[in-house]
């Protein structure tokens, strides 16, 4: 018999944690800083509606562009909140997660042999999504020293003739890095130079602590060439749902409109009920939970300093992202270690790309309690190292 | 008040026993300013005590709790107020509201059993001048108190990794 996995579906690589995750389940009592989701459940309005809305049948497809006022609405949202503006019926697509979102953008504007610059560390999809589309992902490294931020240097040392375009995450997963105006205009200098489109993940814009969000399609003359990914899942805890938003030109809402037809038809009716009355009337549920991670988010990277692991304090997104370079081991050695003794789940930081070696990715989206007994199990690990 | 005090307040309200070291931290203040503005909260009478939400069905001692709900003839200069100190004095009253609708007050008491309940109300409350009317409903079962509910397990188990 031949070999049927196609050459694509062998190039992408496994999940660099499959390891870890089946150890952690194998245990008990693990506290998990592992999870890139939000701790609490979605809030019960939401959920109602979803409920009342699949008793008088709500149960249908929607068009493929998502529920009218669910377009509507977020279109007014980011008008108001982020200064955006996208025409609801034609420059944005409602999409099953910020992860479709990714996939149909990158598909709409990528070609065989394109180059696409991704700023790492990043979340995981974004390169096998690039290879998956048959272009070529080239890592652009954001460092410590540059606070984890995209530095413009540093990525015009990777354009070159084949380069399509770019894709950025800020605030970053797993690095919690938030992006200034002035740093995204200097990438926007440079995006808009070479003629690159820019796709700009914003699904943690809510979860910013300092200052306020700048939306990359805003700065210089990035409107243009800009696709803006968000959803809910973060802000509003609806991970489960899977409803994202993409919002581009005219030109590429319609190509990527086309992808979402044939692959997804639509995103599922009952989560855009959901995030519709969120986007209406669950802002105060939504602040009350920024604010609940802005409260984790200072006790527990003063408690990571504290014990010995130096972390500077992310300014958004709901991960801490230490260095582990003075214990002498890999992140992965340190992860690994740290399970098996201390039952305590962290992600190293190398499975986000170049940039993340030597750290941990420690979400403080889990509770209180839990995260102090993390520090107490990570301080007595460490203690053991000296 | 600003919203320095709103977080302070947020912060005590979900665990009053936080230290004042990890308040700090946590609401990116100066200790002594944590102290100094709990101090004029507690002053100004904001903050008017510190305590435990506790499920006493689950602490096991058989407490009963009930809901009290009377008629009461306000009085010529003082209205309510009054009778709701009088009331309010008994050690037995946990709480006491004046409410719109058919009642005038809304109580909760607390006793050993049902028969302390009862006899504290008919002994005590019923008799009391300006009292027309009462009603009694012994609480069985607590779902959620201040805020907090007492279901045994809330939202879902979470997968230990995702990226």
Redesign the interface.
């Known amino acids: 018999m031949r070999d049927f996995i196609s050459k694509k579906a062998r190039e992408i690589p496994p999940s660099g944690i499959r390891k870890f995750f089946d150890l952690a389940l194998t245990m008990e009592e693990v506290i998990s800083l592992g999870v890139g989701e939000p701790d609490f459940s979605t809030p019960w309005n939401l959920c109602e509606a979803s409920i009342y809305s699949i008793e008088q049948g709500g149960t249908s497809y929607t068009s493929n562009r998502g529920l009218q006022p669910l377009r509507e609405a977020i279109s007014r949202y980011l008008h108001d909140h982020y200064h955006l503006s996208y025409h609801p019926d034609q420059e944005m697509i409602i999409t099953t997660g910020v992860s479709e979102g990714l996939d149909i953008a990158i598909r709409a504007v990528v070609d065989p042999g394109d180059e696409v610059l991704v700023a790492e560390p990043c979340y995981v999809s974004y390169s096998p999504c690039v290879t998956l589309a048959g272009g070529v992902p080239v890592p652009v490294p954001c460092e410590e020293g540059d606070h984890f931020r995209l530095n413009a240097n540093l990525l015009m040392e990777r354009v070159t003739g084949k380069s399509k375009a770019l894709i950025i995450n800020f605030p970053n997963n797993p690095t919690g890095a938030v992006m200034r105006k002035e740093d995204l205009q200097a990438v926007a200098d440079i995006v808009c130079d070479h003629d690159l489109v820019l796709i700009s993940d914003e699904v943690y814009a809510e979860l910013t602590y300092e200052g306020s969000h700048v939306a990359s399609a805003t700065v210089g003359d990035l409107a243009g060439r800009t696709i803006t990914l968000n959803g809910f899942s973060k802000a509003y805890a609806m991970t489960g749902w899977r409803i994202g938003y993409l919002c581009a030109p005219k030109e590429i809402c319609d190509a990527a409109l086309k992808i979402h037809q044939y692959v997804m038809l639509c995103a599922p009716v009952m989560g855009q009920v959901a995030a519709l009355e969120g986007i209406r009337r669950g802002e105060e549920e939504k602040d009350r939970m920024v604010r609940e991670y802005r409260v984790r988010r200072n006790l527990f990277v003063e408690n990571l300093n504290r014990i010995g692991l130096s972390c500077h304090l992310p300014e958004g997104a709901f991960y801490a992202f230490p260095s582990v370079e003075t214990t002498g081991l890999t992140d992965y050695e340190f992860a690994e270690q740290l399970l098996k003794e201390e039952h305590v789940a962290v992600v190293p930081g190398s499975v986000f790309g170049q940039g993340g070696e030597g750290h941990l990715r420690c979400a403080y989206a889990v509770s209180r309690k839990d995260l102090n007994e993390a520090v107490r199990r990570m301080e007595a690990f460490l203690s053991r190292l000296k | 008040m600003d919203e320095k005090d709103l ?1 302070l307040l ?2 005590l309200e979900e ?1 009053s026993r936080l230290t004042t070291r ?1 308040m700090a ?4 203040m100066a200790p002594e300013e944590i102290e100094a503005r709990i101090t004029a909260l507690e002053d100004a009478g904001v903050i008017r005590s510190y305590s435990a939400v506790i499920d006493w069905e689950r602490a096991g001692n058989g407490e009963v709790s009930a809901i009290i709900e009377l008629k009461v003839n306000p009085e010529r200069d003082y209205g309510y107020d009054r009778i709701a100190e009088r009331i309010s004095r008994f050690r037995q009253v946990r709480s006491l509201r004046l409410i719109t609708g058919t009642y005038d007050f809304q109580l909760t008491v607390t006793g050993k059993n049902m028969q302390e309940v009862a006899r504290f109300v008919s002994e005590y409350i019923a008799p009391m001048d300006r009292i027309r009317e009462t009603a009694t409903h012994i609480i069985m079962k607590s779902y959620k108190e201040n805020g907090r509910t007492f279901c045994e397990k ?2 879902s188990e ?6």
Request: hydrophobic residues 40%; charged residues 25%.
């Open positions: 977080l947020q912060l665990n990890d931290v946590m609401a990116e809330e939202g979470r997968i230990p990794y995702s990226l």
